[in-house]
């Protein structure tokens, strides 16, 4: 079975902080992908990265940056100079490959709260 | 907009009465899933759609839902019956072929359900 623990229920940071959120996954599959959601106040879960399990390359989108590193079985990101516009649950989701269906299962979420 | 769209955003029942949500996925994406969300907690899967073929039900698909995407595009759950503990978050959602691209899930905005 899979599994996806954010640790980390809520963050509070004041504007232009750095926040990491934290990421730890459990699979026996060696093929899967891990994705981070971002889900603001009206709802919509909004598709922020995918990453391979083959693909260890951190990567970096503007303000945003994620750390892979299987040995750790984590997967976290990081917001640089946070902004009042990143307050929102975060969800941190984990998918296997072969006949999975493309079935996520979901980590319970962190509420990142950015104060001005 | 060309993401997923869901109908109706919001919907308050009486116990015991009948509900219809509707999705309608991007439109070249063959694969389509549901997915209820409460309060603070992540996602949780309850069914996938190849096409028109329902492929996998979750066990938290009781009796009483019901899925069906006839022509292999838009997609109905219905829930009859309704219970105070169905209260919670309908979230549909959408990708393509399970290769590449394929495999980032795109969400809708989500149904609310309040049961009273």
């Known amino acids: 079975a899979q599994k996806v623990t954010q640790a980390q229920t809520e963050i509070s940071v004041v504007e232009k902080e750095d926040v990491t959120l934290d990421c730890v996954y459990e699979t026996r599959d060696t093929t899967y992908y891990l994705f981070w959601y971002k889900q603001p106040p009206s709802g919509e879960l909004v598709f922020l990265i995918r990453r391979n399990s083959f693909d260890e390359q951190n990567e970096i989108s503007g303000r945003y940056s994620w750390n892979f590193q299987k040995s750790t079985s984590s997967f976290n990101f990081t917001i640089t100079a946070s902004q009042v516009v990143d307050s929102a649950v975060y969800f941190c989701a984990l998918r296997i490959g072969g006949t999975s269906y493309g079935k996520l299962t979901f980590g319970q979420g962190t509420i990142l709260t950015v104060h001005p | 907009d060309t993401g997923v769209s869901q109908d109706p955003r919001h919907k308050i029942t009486k116990r015991g009465q009948n509900v219809t949500f509707r999705c309608d996925p991007i439109?070249?994406?063959?694969?389509l899933y549901w997915y209820r969300q409460t309060l603070g907690q992540g996602p949780e899967f309850l069914t996938y759609?190849?096409?028109?073929?329902?492929?996998?039900k979750s066990r938290l698909l009781s009796d009483r839902f019901s899925a069906e995407r006839p022509k292999g595009s838009f997609s109905t759950l219905e829930i009859q019956r309704t219970e105070q503990g169905d209260s919670a978050m309908y979230l549909c959602a959408s990708s393509g072929q399970i290769t590449g691209e394929g495999n980032t899930i795109y969400f809708g905005e989500g149904s609310w359900l309040t049961v009273v």
């Open positions: 439109s070249e994406h063959n694969r």
């Open positions: 759609f190849q096409n028109e073929a329902q492929l996998e």
